[in-house]
């Protein structure tokens, strides 16, 4: 079985894990210290401070910018739904701007369109990788006087008119997790060239408590998991957790189950910093090396298969390979696993949060729901299986109506 995602193992993040559980309390925050620094150097901004998670960072931005209840918010009417919640738990009225269908991402004109009296700022993700006209967008808010959040968890390294994504708004977040490109087994950054909203926010989380163990568990449970994948025993249980029938069910318990880890936000430990350290410094290699990968499943895959296409304004940092096919995503999946290649479908790639809403005039959200896949990208997939993936795509698009 092919999966649709993997995890990047390497024996040096066991090493770091053995060292920072023996590492001082001023050690620690020195290492951590040191990845923040890095981290902001890298986006190109005066600050970068880490966090419990990526969501956990957007909340402190929402906080420390004074959203108050009552006030709009808007969003992308396709992103991450677990947001959704964030957002109104607060108060704060979120308004869906649909996306472009050929991008994924919101546009100017779009967001645009959803500003009324109330609202107070906007959201925008830089989805799967691909930069969205941030420039636009920002001078449209400068128009309006509204604070921009970028969120930019699938596309650190991504760069707009020559930026770095996450430098342009009032703030910015990442997310460290386990698949993205920088991984430190949880935890995430937030961003900001505003110098009293970096204080506000780091008087914020200056006391949490530093545990080391909690994200080195996390990393074994990672690699049991990842054991897991590789074994032949993957096969039968993912025909078994992806059919019609559990696969929802299971998407909920999976997104449950880590939510609970983010439930007490703790400090960044030196564990991650270590991490983060070191694979921040090969960023830039491991993109060059995805986004070659990208370019070559884009060049072969079948008609049927439409990929996510890019504006003229950035250069990428793909994270997944996400596309549309033009007929029934769920019998191309079934069709899929029993050839021995897992995809993502609905809920596994993004979410429609404007028909979670209550919005029913955002079609560009609603086809992607309806039509997106996920398909394999990441650095250890081999050619050989990069071949087969290819293969089975060009099958499975002449048997699926």
């Known amino acids: 079985m092919i999966p649709r995602r993997r995890i990047a193992f390497e024996w040096a993040d066991l090493g770091d894990a053995l060292r920072a559980l023996a590492v001082s309390p001023a050690l620690a925050a020195e290492q951590v210290g040191a990845f923040e620094r890095a981290f902001a150097a890298a986006i190109g901004v005066p600050h970068a401070i880490v966090t419990a998670s990526g969501r956990d960072a957007l909340g402190l931005i929402l906080d420390g910018l004074g959203f108050a209840p009552g006030d709009e ?25 649909d996306i472009d269908p050929a991008t994924f991402n919101v546009t100017a004109d779009r967001v645009a369109a959803r500003i009324g009296p109330r609202t107070r700022g906007i959201f925008v993700v830089h989805l799967l990788g691909a930069p969205c006209d941030i420039g636009a967008i920002c001078a449209v808010a400068d128009a309006h006087r509204l604070a921009v959040i970028e969120d930019c968890a699938h596309a650190l390294g991504a760069q707009c008119e020559g930026r770095p994504v996450g430098s342009f708004g009032r703030a910015a977040l990442f997310s460290l997790e386990a698949t993205k490109a920088v991984a430190t087994f949880g935890g ?66 999976y997104r449950r189950a880590h939510d609970r880890v983010r439930g007490n936000p703790a400090a960044f430990s030196a564990f991650q910093a270590r991490l983060g350290l070191r694979k921040l410094a090969r960023l830039a290699v491991r993109q060059q090396t995805l986004n070659a990968r990208w370019e070559a499943m884009a060049a072969q895959l079948p008609a049927r298969f439409e990929r996510q296409q890019r ?16 007929g029934d995503i769920g019998a191309l999946r079934q069709a899929a696993l029993r050839d021995g290649l897992d995809l993502g479908v609905g809920s596994e790639v993004m979410d429609d949060t404007a028909a979670m809403l209550g919005f029913d005039d955002c079609p560009g959200a609603a086809r992607a729901f309806r039509q997106a896949v996920l398909l394999p990208l990441y650095p250890g997939l081999s050619e050989r299986r990069f071949r087969r993936v290819v293969a089975t795509l060009g099958r499975l698009a002449q048997e699926v109506k």
């Open 73 to 97: 918010l808007v969003i992308p009417a396709y992103t991450l739904g677990e947001l959704v919640p964030l957002i109104r738990a607060r108060g704060i009225v979120a308004v869906p701007a």
């Open 188 to 253: 995430g950054v937030l961003t900001t060239a505003d110098d009293e909203l970096a204080a506000r926010i780091r008087a914020r989380v200056a006391d949490r408590p530093r545990r080391e163990w909690p994200p080195v568990r996390k990393m074994l449970l990672k690699f049991a998991e990842e054991a897991v994948i590789r074994s032949p025993a993957y096969a039968l249980l993912a025909r078994w957790m992806f059919s019609d029938r559990v696969a929802g069910g299971f998407e909920k318990f």
């Open 311 to 326: 504006g003229d304004h950035g250069k990428a940092a793909f994270y997944n390979f996400v596309a549309r096919f033009d």
